[in-house]
């Protein structure tokens, strides 16, 4: 099988129990009808929920919602020294700590009992606002805390006067539901292969920045609400803009992610695009949310603002990247390890990163997971 079978549901605590190899797709697919939702929703439809626990991935507003932690309730966990074991905040709750945000290390996860909400509509009322710098940005959060979705885009172009402009979105549920029949586009998702069709990139300083210049044109002039299903709204960048990622085309893209805290963010805006301007990377785009939370473990978590870099793969995207390490190692600010990252930044930014490696060997002495991921960053 897929390993991606409902087990259990109970309509009166609203809790579902699946197994780990269920996509977000099909778990919405069944919850839909049932006018249920799982409220952090990461980029892409098509990731499993056990990636989800092992990622601690976060949604549309981690300023409201938390993490993946916090719609999680059980775990079942196999590891062959331990055998099958239920993991929640009250039963051993070590290993539940140590298993959302751990990278798979902890062992197989079988099921995953979560924690679901009402779904209130199946749409979302959009207002638009425009975004003058990546610091008028977080203004524009503080004012806008309680959405249901909010992010902004940006200029990435170091080569223009208006690096950092963009545009703000606010996103609310709408009132009731027009269809009982919820709108689930299937679309393939975007993998190495089918990005390499496209053997060039699109993507360069000229093209991004008129891209951006019509885009932000466009969204900014005339109305500034719009309604848009749920699943779009959802999932962005599964659905009906999933070209821009493949755009990047058959050499892909990078993307650099950090939660910077509230009360450094403008320091760190301001270094950051210096060394943007002189260092003059191929830097598409650049995403912002707001963040709150309590960083633990390897966890990507805590209070303030997240900034997401997409950049063309390229020397100098690397040269540029290194000295990017330096700069949220002198801010406290922590990467997020499953966009890519290294030892050395990951071993300074994450102040419980040698009580994860001793938590999980005290748990598994002889280390029986490992990965690529774990080996590069030493754990």
């Avoid at 098509?46 to 990636?51: C, E, F, K, S, V």
């Avoid at 960083?295 to 900034?307: A, N, P, V, W």
């Avoid at 499953?338 to 994860?356: A, D, L, M, T, W």
Wanted: a positive charge; aromatic letters at 12%; hydrophobic letters at 35%.
């Amino acid at each position: 099988t897929s390993f991606n079978r409902i087990l259990e549901f109970d309509a009166k605590s609203q809790t579902v129990v699946v197994e780990s190899g269920i996509t977000l797709r099909e778990l919405l697919q069944w919850s839909f009808r049932k006018k249920l939702f799982l409220k952090i929703q990461p980029g892409h439809p098509d990731i499993t929920l056990g990636g989800c626990v092992a990622a601690n991935v976060h949604g549309k507003n981690p300023h409201k919602d938390g993490t993946f932690i916090d719609v999680v309730l059980e775990i079942k966990l196999f590891h062959p020294d331990h055998g099958l074991m239920t993991l929640s905040r009250t039963r051993n709750s070590n290993i539940f700590e140590l298993t959302c945000g751990g990278l798979g290390l902890t062992g197989i996860i079988i099921s995953v009992k979560l924690q679901l909400d009402v779904l209130p509509s199946d749409r979302m009322i959009f207002e638009t606002t425009p975004i003058e710098s990546m610091m008028d940005a977080v203004e524009f959060f503080k004012n806008n805390l309680d959405a249901d979705f909010i992010s902004s885009w940006h200029d990435g172009s170091p080569l223009k006067k208006n690096f950092g402009r963009g545009v703000g979105y606010e996103g609310v549920f709408a009132d009731g539901f027009k269809s009982n029949k919820l709108i689930m586009p299937k679309k393939k998702a975007l993998t190495s292969y089918s990005r390499a069709s496209l053997p060039f990139s699109v993507w360069n300083k000229t093209t991004a920045a008129m891209a951006y210049s019509f885009y932000r044109k466009r969204e900014i002039t005339g109305s500034k609400t719009y309604e848009r299903n749920v699943f779009d709204s959802m999932f962005p960048f599964g659905g009906s803009t999933k070209s821009f990622h493949l755009f990047f085309g058959k050499n892909g893209f990078t993307e650099y992610q950090i939660l910077v805290p509230f009360n450094k963010v403008e320091e760190f805006v301001n270094d950051v695009t210096k060394l943007i301007k002189i260092e003059k990377p191929p830097l598409i785009v650049i995403f912002m949310k707001p963040f709150n939370g309590n960083q633990k473990y390897l966890r990507y978590s805590g209070s303030g603002i997240t900034i997401a870099l997409d950049f063309q793969r390229s020397p100098i995207t690397d040269k540029t990247l290194s000295k990017l390490d330096d700069i949220i190692i002198s801010y406290g600010a922590i990467p997020n390890i499953i966009k890519g990252s290294n030892k050395r930044i990951v071993q300074n930014c994450f102040p419980e990163y040698h009580k994860f490696i001793d938590e999980l060997k005290k748990f598994d002495p002889r280390r029986i997971y490992k990965s690529d991921v774990s080996e590069k960053l030493g754990l």
